[in-house]
């Protein structure tokens, strides 16, 4: 059974910085895309970065020049850099991992971690 477990959510100050992480287990393929999301409280969730094997990465215009998405070079992990981080980054960030085996497309989500920015 795929998990993904993500970490590194916190409380800080605005300006500061945090790094997440995203942890997967159980897969028996290296997944084409990893990608981050967020929802605040009464929005929606929405796409922050995705990280997608040959292709630039892409972000969402709110959080351009200030986060930055990497991915292991062979484990099916993937990590969220955010820096000048915002009162309005203030989120649950999730993990979504997705691909094709077998000719069948899967899709997983993590938990999600607290991201919370104190203005």
């Known amino acids: 059974q795929v998990q993904l477990v993500e970490s590194g959510g916190s409380l800080v100050q605005a300006g500061g910085s945090l790094r997440l992480s995203c942890v997967s287990s159980?897969?028996?393929?290296?997944?084409?895309?990893m990608a981050w999301y967020r929802q605040a409280p009464g929005k929606q969730r929405e796409l922050v970065a995705t990280?997608?094997?040959?292709?630039?990465?892409n972000y969402a215009d709110s959080v351009k020049g200030r986060f930055t998405i990497s991915r292991h070079s062979t484990a099916n992990s993937v990590y969220l850099q955010m820096n000048s981080l915002k009162a309005e980054d203030t989120a649950v960030y999730y993990c979504?991992?997705?691909?094709?085996?077998?000719?069948?497309?899967?899709?997983?989500w993590g938990q999600g971690t607290q991201v919370t920015v104190s203005s």
């Open positions: 979504n991992a997705r691909g094709t085996y077998s000719r069948h497309d899967y899709s997983y």
């Open positions: 159980g897969s028996r393929f290296r997944f084409n895309t």
């Open positions: 990280a997608t094997g040959g292709a630039p990465e």
